[in-house]
């Protein structure tokens, strides 16, 4: 790893200008979109020969992500209750056609990391990929801190530009802790059978995942009693018409699935019985708080970060020193 951090190293030092270093933090959609899109302009502008300033300039770009494949987020309120559905989902990079120079994890470095002839993956020199199979715990103006294992010691490395695409979480397992297949089915595959352990089941948060979820949990599990509560009156909450939350609703109801709007829970009892805000107690066995832990970034940033549209959209300015028409791209991350 001394290595790499020593490569990085030179892109800030200002007598050496022969390669830009652009860091990705996370590598689900948008991270990978960005990576393939990057690689695209750079094969399509090496082709063209548009530019000659590609030929001097040596692009090394490295994603930091914990996961060694793509987790397709969009089909986890069904993986947690269908374990052969979940062993779809988890998809190295190899199989999106998506492969590394390099690849560091806790255990080593792997070089070179079987690029197949027919892989989107780049064949000019002035090009590099990185993979680390880590978190980010701190960002400034020019570097950023991360370590390969939740316990391990700090690294550092350098960069000239930097991609956040670092989404949001919710809890587990609908962001699953697991970092490979074979973990994600497992982990998958433990809650399932904690599903079924238990005939009262509560969602509590009404959005679009929770909605998903519970109407899951009844259809895999028909005979169980499933309740969802939500503080708003009308679900789920996301920008949606009228019409569309009452037909929501209207196929929760006849699903069997007990409706309770405009609660708030206040606390969890031992015995897995819910208080409310209105003084009442929901009587359950298992609960499932469905609702986003943090949007955006999980760790410090020391410096200022300007054109960051919410927490969905970030803008990146390099596409100049690509030698990219446009000289801003911009990655949405939901």
């Known amino acids: 790893m ?8 030179k892109s800030i030092n200002a007598k050496d200008i022969s390669f830009t270093n652009i860091l990705v933090v996370g590598g689900s959609y948008a991270g990978i979109s960005f990576l393939k899109g990057i690689v695209n302009q750079v094969r399509k502008e ?20 914990p996961r060694c494949g793509l987790l397709n987020i969009i089909g986890l309120p069904r993986s947690i209750l269908d374990v052969e559905f979940a ?74 530009y930097v991609v956040l695409a670092t989404g949001r979480d919710r809890n587990s397992p609908i962001t699953p802790k697991a970092n490979t297949g074979p973990m994600f089915v497992k982990e ?18 009404g959005g679009a995942v929770g909605v ?32 569309f939350k009452d037909s929501a609703y209207r196929s929760l109801v006849d699903a069997g699935i007990n409706v309770i709007l405009g609660t708030r829970i206040l606390r969890e009892c031992d015995n897995g019985n819910l208080e409310t805000n209105n003084g009442e107690i ?5 609960n499932f708080w469905s ?7 999980l760790f410090g940033v020391s410096c200022r970060v300007s054109r960051v549209y919410g927490f969905m959209g970030v803008y990146c300015r390099f596409g100049k020193c690509l030698g990219c028409r446009k000289s801003w791209i911009w990655l949405s991350l939901d």
Do not use: W
Request: contains cysteine; hydrophobic residues 30%.
């Open 87 to 160: 062993k779809s989902q988890f998809l190295s990079f190899r199989k999106i056609n998506l492969m590394f120079d390099n690849i560091y994890n806790k255990y080593g470095c792997y070089m070179n990391n079987q690029k197949p002839v027919d892989s989107f993956k780049h064949q000019e020199s002035s090009l590099t990929l990185n993979h680390i199979q880590g978190k980010v715990i701190h960002l400034d103006n020019k570097s950023a801190e991360y370590v390969l294992d939740e316990n391990g010691p700090k690294k550092k490395i350098y960069f000239d």
């Open 2 to 9: 001394s290595s790499l951090v020593a490569n990085h190293s």
């Open 212 to 243: 998903e979820i519970a109407a899951n949990i009844k259809k895999y599990f028909p005979k169980k009693n499933v309740n969802i509560i939500h503080p708003h009156y009308s679900l789920p909450p996301e920008p949606l018409s009228c019409e």
């Open 291 to 297: 609702y986003i832990v943090n949007t955006g970034t």
């Open 188 to 205: 998958m595959s433990d809650f399932n059978k904690t599903i079924e352990k238990y005939n009262i089941i509560s969602i509590i948060g």
């Open 46 to 65: 090496n082709k063209r020969k548009l530019d000659s300033k590609l030929n001097n300039k040596k692009l090394l770009i490295t994603m930091v992500e």
């Open 282 to 286: 929901i009587t359950s066995e298992f």
